[in-house]
């Protein structure tokens, strides 16, 4: 069974940091390139957001405005997925989602975590 497990998530003040967590279980970590997601307050989860994209070769991708901010990494040994979060603003406020895509398979199978929430309120 595949899981997808988010941690770290929570109460910061504008300009603080956070760390993100994601531990996957159930699946062959390094075949799949894994992101970040996000959703707002009142958006659905076809809204989604992206926030970042780590490649099986470690090169990564940001949404625009998470860009200079955000730092997604992957630990295949630890079948872990990190996002820092630096220099939160309240606009960042969301559950986050670990997503992974299995890209050696032409089924490309996806798979979604619970999801944690993050919210940038003084």
């Known amino acids: 069974q595949v899981q997808l497990v988010e941690s770290g998530g929570g109460l910061v003040q504008p300009g603080g940091s956070l760390r993100l967590s994601c531990a996957a279980s159930?699946?062959?970590?390094?075949?799949?390139?894994l992101g970040w997601y996000r959703q707002a307050p009142g958006k659905q989860r076809e809204q989604r957001e992206l926030?970042?994209?780590?490649?099986?070769?470690?090169?990564?991708t940001y949404g625009d405005s998470v860009k200079g901010r955000f730092t997604i990494s992957r630990d295949d040994g630890k079948n872990t997925v990190y996002l820092q979060m630096n220099s939160l603003k309240p606009e960042d406020t969301a559950v986050y989602y670990c997503?992974?895509?299995?890209?050696?398979?032409?089924?490309?199978?996806?798979?979604w975590g619970q999801g944690t929430q993050v919210t940038v309120s003084s």
């Open positions: 997503n992974a895509v299995k890209v050696t398979d032409p089924r490309r199978d996806i798979y």
């Open positions: 159930g699946i062959i970590f390094s075949n799949h390139v």
């Open positions: 926030v970042a994209i780590v490649s099986r070769s470690g090169s990564t």
